[in-house]
């Protein structure tokens, strides 16, 4: 993933880049390889069942939502949905 005229994110940054960069140059790419499924069953074909459900911004940083979900991960939940990753893309 590399900075774009559209996110000229600094890879040293809190923020990193935005999931719209993230899903643009790194899941579409990597998911269409494979015919197309979602991140996640492409990871895990047969499913898993969820325990919480994550949202995000498609401009938030990855690296800061990641760090937002890690920080407010409730215990014992072992599985999340997230539409960026849940998706076909």
Known sequence: V??????RFDPADEQGPSISTVTRQLIKPLTGRR??????LMVHPGGLECDLFVTHSWFEGAFEFTD??????PRGARHAYCCMLSNPQ
């Open 68 to 73: 937002k979900v890690l920080n407010a991960w």
């Open 35 to 40: 015919g197309g499924p979602s991140w996640a």
């Open 2 to 7: 590399a900075p774009s005229d559209g996110d």
